[in-house]
């Protein structure tokens, strides 16, 4: 006999208790053979006892208690009828009728298993059959744990806090779960779980990242271009920025890149990220070049002062992108101040700036690559931004970039920045100018 801890019923069990069935073994006596308590003996056969109909059609006095002892006449009404009443078919009530019912299937053993009248019985029996049994006990052991763990009401709230979370605010998985523990939602994985089985409104194609594209393959020579193979960047390589960032302790850094447009849009996004608490700032440039990027600089200097500038934009990490080739403009001021310092990655090596690389691909939910931006004002970016930096990150310990930044730098600096608080159950993310 097959072993399992004693915790469940098997086939061989089954098959065991079957075959003492049919001797007419006590409950008891199972019990200590298969070791299990006797109530679970008689739990197993109530619930998996199957019920057996007579294969052909009875009389009415067949389950009638004076069906063996019965000899009236006439019940029928016909006074020229021979035969006694019990047993005709074409009786259909009888005065003397008195409901027969077995105590066998009230009492263990439940079934007609080893019944001596099994033959002669004219009642629905209940038989338990080890094959039928265990069937009937895997589905339901299968059944019990499939489907929704969710009553109808929690089905339906869950329905519709998520369809409006993700679908019409764009927020994220993590950040619907996080900002709606009051209503003692299931877990990220049991979320994801859901969507996947088709049974919500949210389906896999609201979710950005559900459906990977295949990694697109290019040589590195694509990504540098002619004119870099003239500009002199020593002492702003990449590994001038790892000694710069382990001799000063360097933390809070910025990684700047340029969110790519289509070519029918004369504006594209520049996104500056700050790593270690995922806190982004989005600006809008039209006909982007070196110049503009300056111009950007200068206008932020501007607006938060050198000295707080000097100590917010510490370092700047970037790509070989044409626009940044002037790094002496943006690591000085116009009075000639060194105001950040700028360094640059490897040509086509995005994982060296790994964080403003995924930032890019989370905004591609917000701002499609067809997005044409022509009519977008940079007012539109400081309200993304915002709702960017309300969401609540799992990276971050389930706080908010928005929260970290101003408790390194302060709420001054948030408004200087044009960054403004949400809370975020408001956080919306919606396509802009598609």
Known sequence: MGKNNHRHFNLSKRQTLENLLNK?????????????????????IKRHRLLVEPSMKQSFCSSCSNHWSCTLHFRCGRRTCQHRCDGCKALTSCDAYLPFHCQVLDRYPYVCNGCSRELKCELPRFFYHADVANKSATESLILSRSGFNLSVDQYEQLNH??????????????????????????????????????????RNHHLPKKVMLKPRQKSLSMYEYPENKRIDRLGHLLKDWLIYQRKFAIIDYWQMDFL????????????????????????????TTAATVQALFDAMEMDLGTALFQKVFAAILTDRDTKFNDFLAIEFNPNGELRTHIFYCNPGASNEKPNVENYNSQLRWVIPKKAILNDCVQDDLYVLSSNMNARMLSSIDDSTPYDLFREIYGEEV????????????????????R
């Not at 007419?24 to 197993?44: D, F, G, Q, Y």
């Not at 409006?164 to 979320?191: C, G, W, Y």
């Open 24 to 44: 007419k073994v006590t409950a008891v006596v199972i019990a200590s053979t298969l070791m299990l308590h006797p109530t679970s003996i008689s739990r197993e």
């Open 161 to 202: 806090c998520m369809y409006e979370a993700l679908v019409h605010k764009r927020q994220s998985i993590h950040h619907f779960v996080q900002s709606m523990q009051d209503l003692n939602l299931p877990s990220e994985k049991t979320i994801y779980r859901y969507i996947d089985s088709g049974q919500f409104l949210t």
């Open 260 to 287: 790519g447009k289509p070519h029918a849009s004369s504006k594209e996004v520049l996104v500056l990220t700050i790593p270690v608490i995922s806190f982004t700032l989005l600006y809008l440039l039209e006909d």
């Open 414 to 433: 948030l408004q200087k920045l044009h960054i403004t608080y949400i809370p975020p159950r408001d956080v919306t993310l919606q396509p802009i100018h």
